[in-house]
């Protein structure tokens, strides 16, 4: 019995690996330039617009304060920490220290990461001590549709010609 292995270099449809060739500094600048430009703090802000907008449809929906006031809460779990972790990866003195320093940059984005999970998880936490007559449902949808914003950017994103 012989085995029909493809040979060593090919893909099982027959194509060969691609040549890998480095950009020189004029195409990098080129393709840097190409790219969609990606603010932070842009998201920070449609988050906190989205926030809102979700807190006053609830209220003008429900006509329960508790229920905007849980809504607002959920978003606000979400744009606080990640307004937090904007101003680490971007502006605090750790990330002037790290940048230029791939490893340096990439463990800052972690720690800041793992600071904004905390404060989120600290945030849900407290909610029934600080928002009265919570209502989870309200505070989870809340938190969702914020969430939301992420993926919406980058549908966005990717919808644009470059």
Known sequence: MTSKAPAPGNWEDGDKDPEFKPL??????????????????????????????AGVLAWLFTRSESVAYSVLYGAASVVIPT?????????????????????????????????????????????????PDLNWLALVAGLVVVLK????????????PN
């Open 24 to 53: 020189n500094h004029d195409e990098a600048s080129r393709w840097r330039a190409s790219q969609p430009k990606l603010s932070a703090w842009r998201v920070v802000g449609v988050q906190t617009v989205v926030g809102l907008v």
């Open 149 to 160: 914003v992420y993926w919406f950017g980058f549908w966005i994103q990717t919808r644009r």
């Open 83 to 131: 307004a937090l972790m904007a101003w680490g990866v971007t502006s605090s003195a750790l990330s002037r220290q790290a940048s230029g320093h791939v490893i340096s940059a990439f463990m800052s984005f972690v720690l800041w990461e793992g600071v904004k999970l905390l404060l989120s998880v600290a945030m849900l936490w407290s909610a029934p001590r600080i928002v």
